[in-house]
């Protein structure tokens, strides 16, 4: 079964400024708290689900970065975390990209977080906890 959701994005006066049509196999309420705790503006950009794929609109609803990721993150120092499916391992990776789409960082981690001060927590297979920086460079290299 496919459910269908429909969500408000409220302008700063606190009305509706345009609406996203997402679907999902998954439990609706589920699907929920995960797009309400994912969908933040940030630098310009909304992460926003169309259909089961993710991608960024404006502040007028319209689509700046196509829907082509499994989830998105929020821009944090002009970069956002995205993740795919590796078609080589079926695994699904994190990676990042910039404010036009374009991978910065390729899709290499299995888990990422948000840019601060610089550098991004990340964490590749069954590795500890590591730290990258906007290039994508081991600052604190991952060990098991």
Same mark, same amino acid.
């Given at each position: 079964?496919?459910?269908?959701?429909?969500?408000?994005?409220?302008?700063?006066?606190?009305?509706?400024? &345009?609406?996203?049509?997402?679907? @999902?196999?998954?439990?609706?309420?589920?699907?929920?708290?995960?797009?309400?705790?994912?969908?933040? &503006?940030?630098?310009?950009?909304?992460?926003?689900?169309?259909?089961?794929?993710?991608?960024?609109?404006? @502040?007028?609803?319209?689509?700046?970065?196509?829907?082509?990721?499994?989830?998105?993150?929020?821009?944090?120092?002009?970069?956002?975390?995205?993740?795919?499916?590796?078609?080589? @391992?079926?695994?699904?990776?994190?990676?990042?990209?910039?404010?036009?789409?374009?991978?910065?960082?390729?899709?290499? &981690?299995?888990?990422?977080?948000?840019?601060?001060?610089?550098?991004?927590?990340?964490?590749?297979?069954?590795?500890?906890?590591?730290?990258?920086?906007?290039?994508?460079?081991?600052?604190?290299?991952? @060990?098991?």
């Amino acid at each position: 079964m496919v459910a269908e959701h429909e969500l408000s994005v409220l302008g700063i006066d606190g009305r509706p400024a &345009f609406h996203i049509w997402a679907f @999902s196999r998954l439990n609706p309420l589920i699907m929920m708290g995960v797009f309400l705790g994912d969908m933040v &503006f940030s630098e310009g950009l909304l992460p926003c689900p169309r259909g089961e794929r993710w991608g960024y609109v404006d @502040s007028k609803g319209k689509e700046r970065i196509p829907s082509r990721y499994l989830s998105a993150r929020p821009f944090s120092g002009g970069l956002a975390a995205v993740a795919v499916l590796d078609a080589g @391992s079926g695994k699904i990776r994190v990676g990042f990209i910039d404010r036009n789409g374009v991978w910065m960082i390729a899709p290499r &981690f299995n888990m990422a977080e948000d840019f601060s001060g610089g550098l991004a927590r990340v964490k590749v297979d069954d590795e500890d906890y590591a730290y990258v920086d906007r290039r994508g460079d081991w600052v604190w290299k991952p @060990s098991k």
